[in-house]
């Protein structure tokens, strides 16, 4: 499965909409098998959660996300999982051996960027 991360630097994103990109990982029976670097093509409404489905991505991990982004991607078939902090490897270590679990909080201040976790 493709697991995509909302990243800036090696550490995941506050905002999954104002990253520099998405770190996606291909995770098997708890493995990391694979990764690779998509570039963010731009924040617009609506657009990211169709643009990473199209690419084959099934979960999207971020430090927050709006409400309206989170059922999109629901939309699209991708989960959903948010609150997450720290080291990009770290988190998807977590993740595929299946101890990273949503906080399901919804980011509702835009302009507050990279403080949506707090």
Partial sequence: MK??????GNFVSGHF???EGFEVFEVNNGA??????LENPGHRPGFLPPFLAERGIEVIIAGGMGATAQELFKENGVKVVVGAQGKLEDVINAYASGNLKSTDS???EHAH?????D
């Fill in 106 to 108: 919804v980011c509702t």
């Fill in 17 to 19: 909409g104002h990253c």
């Fill in 32 to 37: 990391v098998e694979g990764r690779s670097f």
């Fill in 3 to 8: 697991v995509a991360i909302a990243k800036d």
């Fill in 113 to 117: 960027e990279g403080h949506c976790n």
